[in-house]
């Protein structure tokens, strides 16, 4: 079961969000190295990088329309967002040291708006790769200016994100949502365990 997180600690079905204590160089020197470590594991030839601007715009397209058929709120909250963002294939590789990565798009409406990374870092035991998609689904107009105009979005800092698993998604309809923006994951292939985005961070690039 995939937790949910938010930016603020709620007594409800919600879980709240974790929060990590390092000092800012010591994360980004740890969130490099696990990265690498993603690197010579996977290879720049992985399908974590997209060949083109238009392989990403379809394999994009494709992903949400996987996850609009097989979830029906999924497919009621495509309707109500003000804008989607849509990872397609995150990779994820651990040794004790692991990291994840993957490009995605940002849709309003059927139109490709921009461009963003998902870059995450863990460390503990694990071993193993897998490969997930995930779609955030961002309901306010305020919570699409933050992740446009915000040098990064780390999952849990920001707008109040959901992660729907089984659980959340019994207690929601499409005329209870409440929070700034839901994700869901899916399409998970490999061996490790377990699948989070809690301090993901989402960035845009050029393409």
Not at 138 to 146: E, F
Not at 159 to 176: F, M, Q, R, W
């Amino acid at each position: 079961m995939v937790p949910s997180y938010t930016a603020s600690a709620r007594q409800d079905w919600r879980t709240p969000v974790l929060q990590m204590k390092q000092p800012p160089r010591t994360k980004q020197v740890f969130m490099a190295l696990a990265c690498l470590f993603l690197l010579l594991t996977i290879g720049f030839t992985g399908r974590a990088f997209a060949a083109t601007a238009a392989d990403l715009d379809r394999d994009a397209i494709q992903a949400l329309e996987t996850l609009s058929k097989t979830h029906q709120l999924a497919s009621e909250m495509r309707q109500k967002a003000s804008a989607i963002l849509v990872f397609p294939n995150i990779v994820q590789a651990g040794l004790v040291f692991g990291g994840a990565y993957g490009e995605g798009v940002l849709l309003k409406g059927s139109a490709v708006d921009d461009y963003y990374n998902s870059v995450s870092a863990s460390w503990g035991f694990q071993i193993g790769a897998q490969s997930f998609s995930y779609v955030v689904f961002l309901m306010t107009p305020d919570a699409v200016d933050y992740v446009a105009n915000s040098n990064g979005w780390e999952i849990g800092v920001g707008p109040t994100i959901v992660v729907v698993d089984e659980g959340a998604a019994k207690n929601l309809t499409s005329s209870s949502l409440q929070d700034e923006a839901y994700a869901f994951i899916f399409s998970q292939q490999g061996l490790m365990a377990s699948v989070s985005i809690e301090g993901t961070k989402i960035t845009k690039i050029k393409r």
